[in-house]
């Protein structure tokens, strides 16, 4: 009951994360909405492929 939810999360918080650490290195502001964008998508994907058969 809770793997999907999990997977969306985790997501968001692996790749936000990625995201927000390139932001403080390069000074910029642009990489952790593209990496929270990226980790919704690629944790839906995996909810797909995991539960969508």
Do not use: E
Not at 5 to 26: E, F, H, K, T, V
């Amino acid at each position: 009951m809770w793997s999907v939810p999990s997977y969306l999360l985790a997501g968001m918080a692996i790749y936000g994360g990625i995201g927000w650490l390139l932001d403080r290195w390069l000074d910029m502001s642009a990489f952790f909405p593209i990496g929270v964008v990226l980790g919704v998508v690629l944790g839906g994907y995996l909810v797909y492929r995991k539960f969508g058969r």
